[in-house]
């Protein structure tokens, strides 16, 4: 239990406009809930030897994080007793933690394997090919959603990208045609292989994108999922294949803004580009694009 958590709500109320309870203490980022008019808030509460810290930010507001702790300006110094006392009970609360995450995640990534071991090869007229004017490529379909695997570099199943003919609501009130469940984190889906150690291979975001990128070039693709993503996935195809070509190919995220970030999908295409010792490649639009779009525009 978080302490002068009276205390804790009136900080986040004076940074971001809001406050939140019923915290997880797991060591993990969490959803802390809508922020009035300002975007979703998350936060993360870190066990210390003299109580507990609690970091936030709100995704609008970009990079900046708030660090609130439960002792305030007491600078008073542990005894070498209780020191050693509050560590040993850290140790077993992050041990006890780490065990029920992992245990978690295992049951989530069981589930998506169970799926993807029952579902069928993907529809060619599925509304969502036939929209985007893209083929199925090792993707699998379960009812009427289409299933995009999203593996580690063993080639292990950590998740899946659930996409319906049409938007359905989300569990907190929005809509999407576009789902992941399971572990997303450095995960990827790829369409095709480099045949030489020097091939280009491309990255990008969505699926619909890298199957256009594939069937323009016949080049190996590997897809993110979202801009996050593209450093973590980068970086693991850069170790795999580093004598490769890396061509980070961007959403054209004209008129977005993420925080304080303008044009997200380049902006972290670019950042993954440096990370990655790689290159960048834009739609060349006036407006809000990827390369699926572009081409589909074109035709």
């Given amino acids: 239990m978080i302490p002068n958590m009276h205390d804790l709500q009136a900080h986040t109320l004076q940074n971001i406009g809001y406050s939140f309870d019923n915290l997880k203490e797991d060591g993990q980022w969490h959803d802390g809930g809508e922020v009035p008019n300002k975007g979703k808030c998350r936060y993360i509460v870190i066990q210390h030897v003299k109580g507990v810290i609690v970091r936030y930010h709100d995704h609008r507001q970009g990079e900046a994080y708030f660090t609130w702790k439960s002792w305030g300006t007491d600078n008073t110094r542990l005894s070498p007793e209780e020191y050693a006392q ?42 969502y090919l036939v929209r985007k004017q893209v083929g199925a490529f090792g993707i699998r379909q379960h009812n009427t959603a289409l299933l995009v695997p999203i593996r580690d570099v063993s080639g292990q199943l950590q998740a899946l990208q659930y996409i319906y003919p049409a938007k359905v609501e989300t569990a907190d009130g929005g809509k999407t045609d576009k789902i992941i469940l399971g572990s997303k984190r450095g995960g990827f889906h790829h369409i095709g292989k480099p045949e030489t150690p020097t091939d280009t291979v491309y990255v990008c975001e969505g699926y619909a994108t890298g199957a256009t990128l594939h069937q323009l070039t016949r080049q190996c693709v590997v897809i993110a999922f979202d801009a996050g993503n593209l450093t973590p996935v980068g970086q693991a195809i850069r170790t795999r294949y580093p004598e490769s070509e890396l061509v980070f190919a961007a959403d054209n995220d004209i008129g977005v803004k993420a925080g304080n970030i303008q044009n997200p999908g380049v902006h972290y295409a670019r950042q993954a580009a440096i990370a990655c010792n790689g290159y960048v490649l834009t739609p060349n639009t006036t407006n809000k ?8 525009e074109a035709a």
């Avoid at 992050?94 to 065990?99: D, H, K, V």
């Avoid at 245990?103 to 529809?123: E, V, Y």
């Avoid at 694009?289 to 589909?296: G, M």
């Fill in 86 to 127: 509050r560590k040993a009970e850290i140790d077993a609360h992050n041990a006890r933690q780490q065990a029920a995450a992992a245990l978690a995640r295992a049951q989530r990534i069981a589930k998506q394997r169970q799926t993807w071991a029952a579902s069928q090869p993907a529809n060619p007229d599925h509304p």
């Fill in 289 to 296: 694009a990827d390369f699926n779009d572009l081409i589909n």
